[in-house]
C-alpha cells in the first residue's frame, strides 16, 4: 500500500524551529519527487518547498532562507526543518509524491495537481 505518513507539527512561539517527519511506505522515495504543502484556515494549498529526483531543492519565496528540504533515503523519509517561524507560517502541512511516469515539471513544482500521492497533513501553529 503506497503511503506518506506526516509527523512533528505543533504549537510553537514565533521565532521557534519545528522539523516535520514525511515517512513513505509502498514506494521508495529515492528517486522520487517530494513535495511539501500548507493550508491555512480558508485559504488554498500552497506549494512550499520541493526536492526532484536528482536531490535540486525548491522554495516559495516566504520561506526561503527559513526553511530546510531534506531526504534519509535509508529511512525512506523526507523532512522539513523550519527555523525563524512566524504566526504566517501557520498551517496544516501535507507532503506529497508524484508517481514514477507522472508528469511533473520543476518550473511548475508549486502545482498540487502533479501530485498523486498524498499524506494525511500535520498541524502546525506559530502563536504567543
Given at each position: 500500500?503506497?503511503?506518506l505518513?506526516?509527523?512533528?507539527?505543533g504549537?510553537?512561539?514565533?521565532?521557534?524551529?519545528l522539523r516535520?517527519s514525511?515517512?513513505?511506505?509502498?514506494?521508495?522515495?529515492?528517486?522520487?519527487?517530494?513535495?511539501?504543502?500548507r493550508?491555512?484556515p480558508?485559504?488554498?494549498?500552497?506549494?512550499?518547498?520541493?526536492?526532484?529526483?536528482s536531490?535540486?531543492?525548491?522554495?516559495?519565496?516566504?520561506?526561503?532562507?527559513?526553511?530546510?528540504?531534506?531526504?534519509?533515503?535509508?529511512?525512506?523519509?523526507?523532512?522539513l526543518?523550519m527555523?525563524?517561524?512566524k504566526?504566517?507560517?501557520?498551517a496544516?502541512y501535507?507532503?506529497?509524491a508524484v508517481s514514477p511516469?507522472?508528469?511533473?515539471?520543476?518550473?511548475?513544482?508549486?502545482?498540487?495537481?502533479?501530485?498523486?500521492?498524498?499524506?494525511?497533513?500535520?498541524?502546525?501553529t506559530?502563536?504567543?
Amino acid at each position: 500500500q503506497v503511503q506518506l505518513v506526516e509527523s512533528g507539527g505543533g504549537l510553537v512561539q514565533p521565532g521557534g524551529s519545528l522539523r516535520l517527519s514525511c515517512a513513505a511506505s509502498g514506494f521508495t522515495l529515492d528517486y522520487s519527487v517530494i513535495g511539501w504543502f500548507r493550508q491555512a484556515p480558508g485559504k488554498e494549498r500552497d506549494g512550499v518547498s520541493c526536492m526532484d529526483s536528482s536531490s535540486f531543492t525548491y522554495y516559495a519565496d516566504s520561506v526561503k532562507g527559513r526553511f530546510t528540504i531534506s531526504r534519509d533515503n535509508a529511512k525512506n523519509t523526507v523532512f522539513l526543518q523550519m527555523n525563524s517561524l512566524k504566526p504566517e507560517d501557520t498551517a496544516v502541512y501535507y507532503c506529497a509524491a508524484v508517481s514514477p511516469g507522472r508528469l511533473w515539471l520543476g518550473s511548475t513544482w508549486y502545482d498540487t495537481r502533479r501530485y498523486d500521492i498524498w499524506g494525511q497533513g500535520t498541524r502546525v501553529t506559530v502563536s504567543s
